[in-house]
Nanobody
Framework: QVQLVESGGGLVHPGGSLRLSCAAS????????MAWYRQAPGKERLWVAA???????SYAGSVQGRFTISDSNADNALYLQMDSLEPADTAVYYC?????????WGQGTQVTVSS
């Protein structure tokens, strides 16, 4: 079993920044993959960014160049640095991991970008 807890969401003006954190209940070094997803009101959940066990990262086109995914083995945590935020980035952001073929999700953290 894996528990994931996101934090760091909030209200920010367009052009601002936020850093999301995802704390895992066990060593992230054992995870095959860690990722961030987001879900805007009334829309489906979409993939944002991912990091594999070997450190390879990838981003959705809509966030490429603005968001940065990183992790900390010491803290058993995944992060998402979000810069140059836009109103279209408003959503609930979820942390996800895959361990031994099974997916685990956090409860989500709300990010609102508004003037």
């Amino acid at each position: 079993q894996v528990q994931l807890v996101e934090s760091g969401g909030g209200l920010v003006h367009p052009g601002g920044s936020l850093r999301l954190s995802c704390a895992a209940s066990r060593s992230i070094a054992s995870f095959d993959l860690m990722a961030w997803y987001r879900q805007a009101p009334g829309k489906e959940r979409l993939w944002v960014a991912a990091m594999t066990r070997d450190g390879s990262v990838s981003y959705a086109g809509s966030v490429q160049g603005r968001f940065t995914i990183s992790d900390s083995n010491a803290d058993n945590a995944l992060y998402l640095q979000m810069d140059s935020l836009e109103p279209a980035d408003t959503a609930v952001y979820y942390c996800q991991t895959v361990l031994e073929g099974r997916q685990y999700w956090g409860q989500g953290t709300q990010v609102t970008v508004s003037s």
